[in-house]
């Protein structure tokens, strides 16, 4: 059987929820990376011995009898343990004390005569237990002597057993009875620090949490404190692709992981890429991508200023530096706003805006505004162009059409460059006009007090260039303002 990278999100759920009827229903395949939880839950004697508790118990076991390699998770659970855990503790005040050398270790022994992959191979159970908590052990004294190394080849560590990816199954699954029979020796958060730094790390996270499910909020929290502001670095990129595979598994607290970037200040290309996932999942549904844009916008046009300067922060570094994490989500985010814009321009026949989507309208020329004015964004020609095709539309006279006129005006003075060819400024002017000509009928059938132009719009005079789009983010963050409840709702 093949190391299936991620963790169905049933059987996570499944587990979580102990639903034996649900489990039932999973392939052998899909049940194999929860394996150890359910050998161990269906062996050892529990505390409460009601009728309903035996008979899951027997559920369990009906689930796990026929798999071959319930066997091999057996043996494991028949290893004394207490002899194991002074043995873990010697090895672990050894390592503290500064001593790196791989052979110098009590729970592996000496190799100088072998390769430790085939020692490893050739041993009961009991010495493949103690061969892996010595090598964790060791990976983790490496990590801590170079803490300051961010480079890919220091940071992922070589290691003949996560190397091979025929072990990957068994070694999971040894964790993991480890981490539950060693609870005051191991702790979860830095077993999972050290995996991050070899071969199939995140993938065997993955399965720590499928097999403990209570400790995905805690896994998630630690990837994220430990990460950094900004993801520039080998590092961010392993944390984001494990809390992404966590995610996968467990999506319905994918926004919830989210929130905890945005409240750590902490791996923005991170959460940007939840949200994309979010309404992909989805497919596209009209309340995820309300959610999308208010989520980005809200980042910038809050009142928080730090995490104002940290997601403005990203963007700026994220057209810097191509190829890396930041940039690549960046990317992402505007492939999908533009998307959005092309998809509400398809919509509008002869520019005519359907009252349906006048909110989302407003809302995303909001958010290219404060992307703009805020994040100094460089708008892309393609942009350029659906962006002026969406801000010269007409749309009804409603409160909800006078406020998206109201941002449109707003975002031609605050961004000189959507004007700076011919065809956009001609298109501007005449809609200027336009406006001016229907601004009595948009009084008087919107019920709000609106004024849209003046006499140099009314005989076709060029738009006003400004000398810097900074000066005027203010106004173009009240414009947003105003709108904030309307987008948010819709």
């Known amino acids: 059987m093949t190391f299936k990278k991620g963790v169905d999100s049933k059987v996570f759920r499944a587990i979580q929820h102990v639903d034996m009827q649900e489990l039932a229903q999973c392939s052998e395949q899909e049940i194999r990376p929860v394996l150890p939880c359910l050998v161990r839950m269906g062996l050892i004697s529990p505390l409460d011995t009601s009728k309903k508790c035996t008979n899951m118990k027997v559920n369990i076991l009906t689930i796990v009898s026929g798999m071959e390699l319930v ?3 057996v043996a494991l659970l028949s290893i004394d343990f207490h002899k194991l855990e002074i043995d873990v503790k010697k090895e672990q005040q050894l390592r503290q004390k500064g001593n790196t050398v791989q052979n110098d270790s009590i729970l592996i022994g000496n190799l100088s005569n072998t390769s430790m992959a085939l020692e490893y191979e050739r041993s009961d159970m009991t010495r493949r237990l103690s061969i892996l908590l010595g090598e964790l052990l060791y ?10 190394s961010t480079e890919h080849d220091s940071y992922l560590k070589s290691s003949e057993l996560f190397d091979n990816d025929i072990f990957a199954e068994e070694l999971a699954d040894i964790i993991c009875i480890a981490l539950a029979e060693l609870p005051t020796t191991l702790s979860i958060a830095g077993i999972t620090e050290t995996l991050l730094h070899v071969h199939n790390g995140p ?21 994220i404190q430990s990460g950094e502001k900004q993801e520039e670095n080998v590092s961010s990129a392993v944390r984001a692709n494990t809390i992404s595979l966590l995610c ?45 844009v208010a989520f980005v916008s809200g980042l910038l046009l809050g009142n928080d200023q730090t995490i104002r ?19 690549n989500a960046l990317h992402q985010l505007r492939e999908e706003l533009s998307r959005r814009l092309q998809k509400i321009i398809e919509s509008s026949p002869e520019g005519e805006l359907p009252d349906s989507l006048v909110v989302q309208a407003s809302a995303l020329l909001r958010l290219y505004c404060a992307l703009r004015g805020i994040a100094a964004i460089k708008f892309q020609d393609e942009e350029v162009n659906l962006i002026v ?24 003075i605050a961004c000189p460059s959507l004007v700076s060819l011919p065809e956009h400024e001609r298109r501007s002017i005449e809609w200027v006009q336009w406006l001016v000509k229907e601004e009595a009928y948009f009084e008087s059938a919107s019920g709000v007090t609106a004024s849209f132009g003046g006499d140099a719009a009314a005989h076709g005079d060029p738009l006003p260039q400004q000398p810097a789009e900074r000066h005027l983010r203010p106004g173009v963050r009240d414009a947003g303002h105003e709108d904030r409840h309307s987008a948010t709702t819709t």
């Not at 993938?203 to 990837?223: G, K, W």
């Not at 991170?270 to 309340?287: C, M, P, Q, R, Y």
Request: charged content about 20%; some cysteine.
């Open 309 to 327: 300067n940290w997601i403005a922060m990203f963007i700026r570094t994220g057209q810097k530096r191509k190829g890396e994490v930041s940039s």
């Open 139 to 148: 990976i983790q004294s490496q990590i801590q002597e170079g803490e300051a």
């Open 71 to 73: 066997n091999s998770i």
């Open 389 to 412: 095709q969406l801000l010269t539309s007409h749309p009804n006279p409603t409160p909800a059409g006078v406020r998206f006129v109201s941002i449109g005006l707003c975002m031609l």
């Open 203 to 223: 993938a065997i996270i993955c399965r720590l949490v499928a097999n403990f499910p209570d400790s995905f909020r805690e896994v998630c929290t630690y990837l």
């Open 248 to 292: 996968k598994m467990n999506p319905s607290q994918a926004l919830t992981i989210r929130s905890k970037c945005v409240e750590l200040c902490r791996m923005p290309a991170l959460a940007i890429t939840l949200s994309l996932e979010h309404v992909g999942k989805n497919g596209g549904d009209e309340k995820d991508e309300g959610d999308m």
